[in-house]
Antibody
Framework: QVQLQESGPGLVKPSETLSLTCTVSGGSISGYYWNWIRQPPGKGLEWIGF???????KYNPSLKSRVTISVDTSKNQFSLRLSTVTAADTATYYC????????????WGQGTTVTVSS | DIVVTQSPDSLAVSLGERATINCRSSQSVLYSSNNKNYLAWYQQKPGQPPKLLIHWASTRESGVPDRFSGSGSGTDFTLTISSLQAEDVAVYYC?????????FGQGTKVEI
């Protein structure tokens, strides 16, 4: 059964770049959309963007200029880079698999909390 | 962007009673070529990631109890829990995947 696991620093300084990796185990990267979603403390879910396994990407326009999502098929991993962070980027970050056929995001990582603070 | 709005923000339901959550999108998420509504429902319990319950607005995921059902089309959708169980206490989100940016409703908290 497919599992996702986020990894990366839990603390990032303002104006620096947040970098997270999601490792996919038990399945292949091929055939899916690989997503990042975040959830500020006590708030709702915000879709950040995805990288389709073919390499095409879509990002939330609210973050587009600061976001890069990349896929490394050789490592079965995908990554998030969010530049020039501020306190407003403090959140739990989830990686999730998006389905091409039925839609929806059916497999999620447990989430990793990132705090932006000096 | 398609704005997705849920109502109510929270509701309290007695054990065994019905819970109904509404979700409205600012434009239709029905794709005419395949007659499918590009809408999903998720359940999020405290300290856990969201869990996909329903896709295509009304198709339950494998393993989801049949007390959960989705309905609606176009811009108006409903998630119904027919007989609330203690383990159903959670926040529920709807999400459209008709257009990017994919967007979520603000969530509905269900309590006993």
């Amino acid at each position: 059964q497919v599992q996702l696991q986020e990894s990366g620093p839990g603390l990032v300084k303002p104006s620096e770049t947040l970098s997270l990796t999601c490792t996919v185990s038990g399945g292949s990267i091929s055939g899916y959309y690989w997503n990042w979603i975040r959830q500020p403390p006590g708030k709702g879910l915000e879709w950040i963007g995805f990288n389709h396994y073919s390499g095409s990407t879509k990002y939330n326009p609210s973050l587009k200029s600061r976001v890069t999502i990349s896929v490394d098929t050789s490592k079965n991993q995908f990554s998030l880079r969010l530049s020039t962070v501020t306190a407003a980027d403090t959140a739990t970050y989830y990686c999730a698999r998006g389905r091409m056929v039925n839609g929806g995001m059916d497999v999620w990582g447990q989430g990793t909390t990132v705090t932006v603070s000096s | 962007d398609i704005v997705v709005t849920q109502s109510p923000d929270s509701l309290a339901v007695s054990l065994g009673e019905r819970a109904t959550i509404n979700c409205r999108s600012s434009q239709s998420v029905l794709y005419s070529s395949n007659n499918k509504n590009y809408l999903a429902w998720y359940q999020q319990k405290p300290g856990q990631p969201p869990k996909l319950l329903i896709h295509w607005a009304s198709t339950r995921e494998s393993g989801v109890p049949d007390r959960f059902s989705g309905s609606g089309s176009g811009t108006d959708f409903t998630l119904t829990i027919s007989s609330l169980q203690a383990e159903d206490v959670a926040v529920y989100y709807c999400q459209q995947y008709y257009n990017t940016p994919w967007t979520f409703g603000q969530g509905t908290k269900v309590e006993i």
